[in-house]
């Protein structure tokens, strides 16, 4: 029913939920290319969409109109492959950020392989806007250097990673690398 035609008000608290919903669904539509693929394996009844802004909303903390979103707790997968271990991700070199992982193929999942896709995903705060790499390198690699717009330096970026799966479709939970400034 529109709300022009609804006959009693909304509430405070009803208001405030539809404003934390609208936060939630801006941030995951930045992210919809990953979501459509993170997502898409999860157990849950809930479309990949819908089951990410589920498991995203506690990420957004706050009252109204002070929310602030914890980065390090939003997530673009969840799967069974063996997530990567990040040891370095930064930002060194003009438009460019270099991350570096351990080899852990053959720890934690019976489906991970050193063929295994790594995906990332780059958000600027300032701009409001993501850029992805999918399948930028595979797993064996163990580092990877994420190419950016200029319009990006001297922006704060966050970064996430997942693994897609070589040969069953798999995909692994993702990894948030942290925030860097783009030289």
């Not at 009844?45 to 909303?57: D, E, I, P, T, Y």
């Not at 390090?72 to 063996?82: D, M, T």
């Not at 392989?113 to 595979?138: H, P, T, W």
């Amino acid at each position: 029913m529109p709300i022009s035609e609804r006959s009693k008000n909304y509430s405070e608290v009803q208001v405030l939920q539809q404003k934390r919903f609208k936060e939630t669904l801006s941030m995951m539509r930045l992210f919809k290319p990953a979501i459509t693929v993170g997502f898409k394996s999860s157990s849950s009844s809930l479309n990949s969409f819908n089951r990410a802004m589920q498991v995203n909303a506690p990420a957004l903390i706050g009252d109204y109109p002070n929310y602030i979103w914890d980065y390090s707790a939003i997530k673009l997968s969840e799967g069974e492959q063996s997530p990567i271990y990040v040891e370095s991700c930064e930002s060194t070199i003009t438009k460019v950020i270099d991350v570096s992982w351990s080899d852990n193929a053959d720890s934690g999942s019976e489906f991970s392989l050193n063929s295994d896709s790594i995906s990332f995903f780059c958000l600027s705060e300032e701009k409001g806007q993501v850029i992805v790499k999918n399948k930028a390198v595979v797993r064996e690699s163990l580092s990877a250097s994420i190419a950016l717009p200029q319009a990006f330096v001297g922006d704060s970026i966050h970064v996430w990673a997942f693994v897609n799966g070589s040969s069953n479709g798999y995909v692994s939970n993702s990894t948030y690398l942290g925030t860097v400034t783009l030289a």
